[in-house]
């Protein structure tokens, strides 16, 4: 397994690449989505480990489920997408473009989200930790809150520009505007 949770396989003959991949198709792990949103990092959460303050493989399962068009993944272009269930940054959230914290809120799960982060990458440039667009999200409003987020983008965007390029031209503010502007909106359905 990669930094980036792919699966690396070494010393495999180019005669042997495309069994290789039908192999892979036939059990669905032959998707063209490398360094795309769903191509995301994700530590196993609360599910798994006993350090942590909330789930992180629902999230990341609900967010992937959104996003299947590899169309429209493709359109989205280079999304550093990182998800960890506490503190210790399993997912490395903090050095997502996206990243998601689940934190703990009187015994509930709620997740706060982060933008423009980087890891140092060719993807990303220098390192820098992600800034927080406001107050945590509960777990049912984190994909619509990511789906506003990545409507901002195609809205600001200027032709061939990465999410990364457009946060830094732009700012959190029409991102944070977005993203709380989906709590309003999720809020409000339930009330």
Known sequence: MTHDQNLLLPWVRCDQLPDLWRAARKVGLARSNIRLLTD??????GDF????????IPIAAAIHQRYQ????????GEIDLHISGCMNSCGHHHSGHIGILGVDKDGQEW??????GSDGSSLSGAPIPGKVVG???EAAEVPDVIEA????????????ETFIATFRRI????FAQAAN?????ACAEFA
């Open 40 to 45: 995301m990092i994700a530590c196993p959460g």
């Open 49 to 56: 480990c006993a350090l942590a303050n909330a789930r992180s």
């Open 69 to 76: 068009d590899l169309d429209e993944l493709h359109d989205l």
């Open 111 to 116: 997740y706060q989200v982060s933008l423009g």
């Open 135 to 137: 107050p945590s999200f």
């Open 149 to 160: 987020v990545l409507d901002s983008y195609r809205r600001e965007r200027r032709p061939g």
């Open 171 to 174: 700012g959190i503010e029409a």
């Open 181 to 185: 502007g989906a709590r309003q909106t």
